[in-house]
């Protein structure tokens, strides 16, 4: 026998039929258990409550005033861009390099506060990261991308010497060296390796001292342009202090490595110290 009772299970009638406490079983004023009232408002109200949060959104995007540096940035790019980096200070230049490295920050003060503590746009790029990152804004990301920059700098000043006569492009030997080595912390020794058309073989740090000392060996200056086979050198290294005036045990080391290599066949053309504020030639100076 087939049941003939409603599926709501609500009070009958007299007659057996069932009484409609609401309306439909699903229309609009239906009695639904807990688990239906859920299930049913959460579709019913999710529409409603998607629009709300978006037409709030809006609202906060339009009381939101712009970030106050933006319109600065994009002044400072369109100076670039028409008169190129003849139009810019050092600081506004390093700002164009943080606007990348630094996106949601007003990089103007950090900018500024590197070229103060630093004193150039190249004292910035080849002070060691730890300095840097005593800068406030400057954390370890943005101190090794500045120095990757300054890698950068260093490698296309040392191809414009690639397969050149280097005594030929004497300023761009200055130049490299300059960027290497000038706003190091402490003494650095290099040498570059001439072949016998003074063309550049290698271009080696021997040795690394403190802020006012390095030790270099003329033996293994010479053995090592001799496992080169080089016929000429040119010694470099720096003075933090930032005088190039040589020192009387830069000469004395000096003079022993010419007198060393030259029976070997090997000439030393020059002693260059590099320092922030210019550079000394040993030959020029006639120190050699």
């Known amino acids: 026998m087939t049941s003939k009772l409603p599926f709501s299970g609500g009070p009958l009638r007299g007659d057996g039929s069932a009484i409609q406490q609401s309306g439909d079983l699903f229309g609009p004023g239906a009695a639904l258990s807990g688990d239906a009232v859920d299930e049913r408002s959460f579709f019913a109200e999710q529409p409603a409550r998607e629009s709300n949060l978006a037409k709030a959104a809006s609202t906060r995007a339009a009381l939101q005033p712009e970030a106050h540096y933006l319109g600065h940035r994009e002044r400072l790019r369109n100076r ?3 008169g190129g980096e003849t139009a810019l200070a050092d600081y506004e230049i390093l700002e164009l390099l943080l606007f990348r490295l630094i996106p949601r920050r007003d990089t103007k003060p950090i ?3 590197l070229i103060a503590r630093f004193g150039t746009l190249g004292g910035v790029l080849g002070a060691p990261p730890s300095l ?3 800068v406030k804004g400057i954390g ?11 890698s950068v700098a260093q490698r296309m000043l ?3 010497l690639r397969e050149k006569q280097v005594l030929s492009s004497w300023s761009s030997v200055i130049d490299y060296c300059h960027a290497a080595m000038a706003y190091e912390t402490t003494e650095q020794f290099r040498i570059l390796f001439l072949d016998k058309r003074n063309v550049l073989i290698a271009d080696e740090i021997q040795g690394r001292g403190t802020i ?9 200056v010479v053995k090592r342009a001799l496992e080169l086979s080089a016929t000429a050198i040119i010694l470099v290294h720096n003075h933090p202090s930032g005088d190039p005036t040589p020192s009387r045990a830069d000469i004395d080391m000096t003079r022993t490595i010419v007198d060393t290599a030259k029976p070997l066949g090997i000439t030393v053309h020059d002693h260059i110290i590099i320092g922030k504020d210019g550079h000394a030639s040993f030959r020029g100076l006639r120190l050699i």
Request: proline share 6%; charged share 40%.
């Open 80 to 82: 670039f861009r028409d």
């Open 212 to 220: 006012d000392h390095t030790p270099v060996y003329p033996r293994e």
């Open 132 to 134: 840097l990152q005593e």
């Open 158 to 160: 040392k191809s414009e």
């Open 111 to 113: 900018a500024k506060a």
């Open 140 to 150: 370890e990301s943005v101190a090794l991308d500045l120095k990757l920059i300054a």
